[in-house]
């Protein structure tokens, strides 16, 4: 049950860990208070270990990734394992530059990683070693659409087999998978991609689920991922006329504040394939 | 008279120096602009002696310190000692790590600070030298509470009185003490308590009232206690039903820039002790 | 015509390549995103040449310079100019210390800019080598009036012709001037100035004006400078009772985001000298 994730979240009240980029760290604090989590942001190599030893999990997003950031990111990740914390990976930009893709890479073969969250280009990166990312923005011609709903199922299917990690495709449809069963979720609405940061705060949110539902994992990132698709639904209907994408960001943000267990049970739209 | 704290703040419209972290930097700078002062950020270590020195005072924040901003902070500390303008400390996170512990007390031991602002477990890592935070937020251990009270008043001042240093203590209670006395505010709401950056608002916006209150350091700080907390009162008010905490946090960055002085002097909620 | 190159930026969405401070970076994503553009930081050493070759322009913003990217602007610059793609400087604070001066003056000497946007006092920085900026915001000396304006229109047409730059000097009047042609704009709010952020947004969407429009860089700027102000205006009359700047903020990147190539029309106030 996807409600139970999110009850878990506010009862637990997990610490997480984030080594992320600095265009959208604020949203993703805030992101995580709104769900009931509590953030840490640490980067630096003489505390990242220290600091993840405390926490209940690690969010790693490798938006504005440097030579200083990329050994923590691998040091905090290590040590989050060696923890036995849920690690979640936001590559973003994986295909955009090689730096992105052999971190990402990287940090897949060192690391052991609960979910990876991104969007259809960045994961294809991931899966086949090289990709045409456009900037931190999914290819057109990597749209997950009805006809290559199948596809893309059987895509992540595979790829969660073959990491033994859930894969969290996030787009138009998403598609959040592991070795057996596919999570087809349409929550969410065309204007979040106006939004920078969006697929960010997912991710940081889907650390803390992770977190507070350790033997469900699939579920706990699928309940995630519907809650903010929903609340991006619930964001838009408070637009007003003169609202642009600035009062979105907020009103997505206040709706996971709001979010209650029975919201999300109504609201989640998805199939499990 | 709290009240003639933030009319010095208008008056003067400092230039603050800010060593942030890059979690709420845009806050910070926004709230230094709400209450009347104007912020720098500069953090290389090839610039902040210069920067710091066209400024009145220097707000230092360790909250993503990393091994390149540290040098930064010690040597910007130092400068603006030596121009005679006020220093502010605050210790996010100390007694999370070894690291953010170390640099506070190093910070503390070569800066000679006007006033540290933290919560109440940082405050008892840096008198102790060694802590048990819960990430960046208190540990709830130490809350004060009236029973509590006394002990945190007299814990205070003492530590004030070991390092000469204004110490603001912000919590459900806040205290903001000097080696003689104490303020013992009750302004705020705990719904503060989930937006990120409220502590490192309130530390910026205490930087801006000791430069414009030079010979008041004890009120200065007391009074940009008090107007953050009366501010998390009057944003709180304005919440609607669908209102979470990415609103909450714009109605109190509103509130402080249409804060007034007689709204200060009137709804500051305050005993000396 | 203003409006064309606003529909311009709408039809291509340009990918806009920013190394940007921490400070306001993720407005400027907002903004970017508000006004039709794409955004993707990026400032490591490592990927800066490869992510701006994806990318259709470059904007490189001083803030927060450090060692580290400082290195990367330059990279990055130089790449852009090879790709042919159009490069904006914003060198935020320039004379407000040597390391912004001087990392103004190198990347104005080693990169070819399309354009320069600062405040009189930084862009008076880099034309006299030196400067007397009050942190980040105009020295109040150099207030652009109608007293001081022909002098201000001469000064930008004759460092344009000796940089053969665009050179967009904004505040309470706005100058933006080529070799031969200057448009002195009178959009705006003076309350724009208590936002962090404007000025930089600014720049983030005018290097998307730029790269939308290839072949009248002058007008682009000056499109995106009306676009800037007008919004401000917009924004401003939104303003309710118990609104400051932090809903004024958000306000204008809504109103970014709303604007049609006919408001701007409409709206927008100029002469061109």
Known sequence: MLKTM?????KKAPLV?????????????????????????????DEVEEITSICGG???????????????????????????????????GAGASRLRTDTALRLLNEVKFAAIRGNISEIKTLALGE???????????????????????SFAKKFAQKTGVVIAMTGAVDVVADRERAYVIRNGHPMMSKITGTGCMLSAMSAAYLVSNPSSPLEAVAAAVC??????????????K??????YRQYIIDEIYCLRADDLANGAKYEVR
Do not use: Q, W
């Open 17 to 45: 860990h984030n080594i992320t980029n600095y265009v959208t760290v604020n949203d993703c604090a805030n992101i995580l208070l709104a769900c009931g989590a509590s953030p840490i942001m640490s980067d630096d190599i």
């Open 227 to 240: 809650a903010m698709g929903l609340c991006g639904e619930r964001g838009f209907k408070r637009l007003g």
């Open 131 to 153: 990709g045409t990312t456009k900037g931190v923005d999914a290819d057109v011609a990597d749209t997950v659409t009805d006809d290559t709903l199948d596809h893309a199922v």
């Open 242 to 247: 003169k609202d642009g994408n600035a009062s």
């Open 58 to 92: 690690l969010n790693i997003n490798i938006g504005t990734l440097n030579r200083h950031t990329i050994p923590s990111m691998l040091a905090a990740g290590k040590k989050a394992n060696a923890c036995g914390h849920p690690v979640l990976l936001d590559p973003v």
């Open 6 to 10: 999110l009850e878990n979240v506010r």
